[in-house]
Each structure stands twice: as C-alpha cells, then as structure tokens.
C-alpha cells in the first residue's frame, strides 16, 4: 500500500513538473517571458498610472525602417490597471513603439501617414494661425525588439509617456501709468486690451519635437482694478522663447521675450509640462516699462501673486 501510495505521490510531482515546464519559461534571462506595459508620470517623474489622469492612449508601432505597422488603442481602465500591450509579431522584429495620450478630447488633429515622420499632433488653427487649446496631452516612445513567443529582448518592457502641456497666464501692474499711443483712438471707441503670445509652435512629431508652423494665441483677458489680467489659463505644448505682448486699441502697447524669475535669474518666457507660467508687464509710476517679472508655479498650487 505505501508502495503504491508512494509511486501516486511521484507521478502527482511528475506531471505537475511537466505542466509547470509547458506553462513557464526556462530561459535563464526569462526574454521569452517578457511582457509590455504603460508607465504615466508626471512632471517630477513620479509615476501616477493609477490616478486615471490619462483616459486614453493611441499607440502606433513602426517597424525598422519606420513603416507604420498599425494603431493600438488603450482605454482608461486598461492603463490604470497597467495590463500587458500584447504585440504579435516574429521573432527578430525591431519596432519603434510611438505613444500620444489624451487624444480623444478632440481638441487637436492627429497628421498620420505610412511613415513615423508624417506623424503629428497638431492644435487646431484657424487660417492667420491663431491657436485654440490643445488638451493635456501626454508623449512617449520605446524601441523594443521581439523575442520568441510575444517576449522582448532585455526582459520586460515599459513605454513611459509625460505630459507635454503647461499653462500660461498673464496680468499687469500700473497699466494706468503706461504712455498710451491715443492717436490711433476713434472718437467713438473706448480703450481696448489683448495679450498675445507668439513664438509657440503647432505640433509635436513621432519623436516629441516641437514641429511644424508657428502659431500663436490670444488669451482672453479682463480689467480687474485697473490692471489687465487672465483669468483663466491657457493651455498649450511647453514651449521656449515665447514672446508676450499687450495689445493698446489694436497697436502693441509692449512686448516681451525675457523676464526675471522669481530666484533672481533672467531669462526667456518657457512654458513647462503640469506648470503654469505667470507673466507679469510691469511700469513704474511714471510710466516707463520695468520689464517682466515672470513666475512659475506646479498646477494646483494656487499663487497668483508676484511679490519680489
């Protein structure tokens, strides 16, 4: 009885040997094994996939020579649950892995072709390109190369993708002071103000580069006390060497390209991923231009003051 009982204990061991040798991978580096998976991060490169703060990712796979293979689509609950991207391609295959986030809000076009340099993520402009917003709009790549059956050579694989959007908002102190160009006045207008910042750009291409034309836009802006101020933020791909400029009746009132940062330094107007960049046109009391002050603050951090 023991003996029997004994040779049923080691055909159970056997078999689940076998079935554990069938179902596993028995390369020492586990390539074969290897699965790919979607990281979101934010501007301090923390990871926050699980915050959902990314609804949406559209996927486009290019084979070596930069061909467009095909669109994958993730929804929300695919990448807060990190769930493997499953690419079925042979062995051997290098693929050049393109990732946009925050796509579906509709608020930019998408440029596509054949090939990953005919690939953009433009704002939408209208025809003397003027910008409108763009959504909070995340970018990433990975370059991978198939092993065996769905594995990856180096083991598992991980496309990371950051926002690339930021805001911008703009006000003034001692707009009263300012000289006012009152020749260009109609008797039968009143005064008028508009900010505008130029110098942005209209796409971002396959490898995240600012690409394309040169746009800019208009935030609306309201007089509050006086002063010329934006009350909401605009939205729109970080950018440098912006250049901003308050518009008096039509004719620019000032411009500006460089401004001091609140820790002394000076330099050009950028737009930085998840912050906002507050731009300040400053005159003193009798109305000659001190330059910008410009501050920059993490979205949600509430500060709207420049004080130094």
């Not at 003034?172 to 750009?201: C, H, I, M, W």
């Amino acid at each position: 009885m023991k003996h029997i009982l004994s040779t049923k204990q080691f055909l159970g061991l056997f078999l689940s040997a076998i079935f554990m040798l069938s179902t596993s991978c028995i390369k020492d580096d586990l390539d074969e094994c290897s699965n790919l998976t979607l990281k979101v991060v934010n501007y301090k490169n923390d990871d926050i996939t699980p915050s959902g703060v990314v609804k949406d990712v559209s996927l486009y796979v290019f084979d070596e020579n930069k061909t467009l293979l095909e669109t994958v689509q993730l929804d929300k609950d695919f990448i807060v649950n990190r769930k493997d991207i499953v690419l079925n391609y042979p062995e051997g295959k290098k693929l050049t892995l393109v990732a946009y986030g925050n796509l579906s809000g509709g608020n930019q076009i998408v440029k596509a072709g054949t090939k990953a340099e005919e690939l953009f993520v433009s704002v939408k402009t209208g025809s003397d390109g003027l910008a409108s917003s763009p959504d909070s709009i995340f970018y990433g790549n990975k370059v991978v190369e198939t092993y065996g059956a769905g594995g990856y050579v180096g083991g598992n694989q991980e496309i990371v993708i950051q926002p690339r959007t930021g805001t911008l908002t703009m006000q003034t102190v001692n707009l009263s002071k300012a000289p006012k160009r009152r020749g260009l006045l109609k008797s039968d207008e009143g005064e008028t103000y508009q900010f505008q910042v130029d110098r942005t750009v209209e796409s971002l291409n396959y490898n995240g580069e600012e690409a394309g034309d040169t746009v800019y836009y208009k935030p609306d802006g309201v007089l509050m006390n006086q002063e010329w101020v934006t009350p909401e933020k605009t939205n729109m791909y970080d950018n440098k060497n912006l250049e901003g400029t308050i518009y008096y009746n039509g004719a620019v009132l000032q411009s500006v390209s460089v401004g001091t940062y609140a820790d002394g330094t000076v330099g050009p107007i950028t737009v930085q991923p998840q912050q906002n960049t507050l731009v300040q046109f400053e005159w003193d009391e009798n109305g000659a231009f001190l330059g910008a002050k410009i501050k920059v603050t993490p979205w949600g951090v509430v500060d709207d003051d420049i004080d130094w």
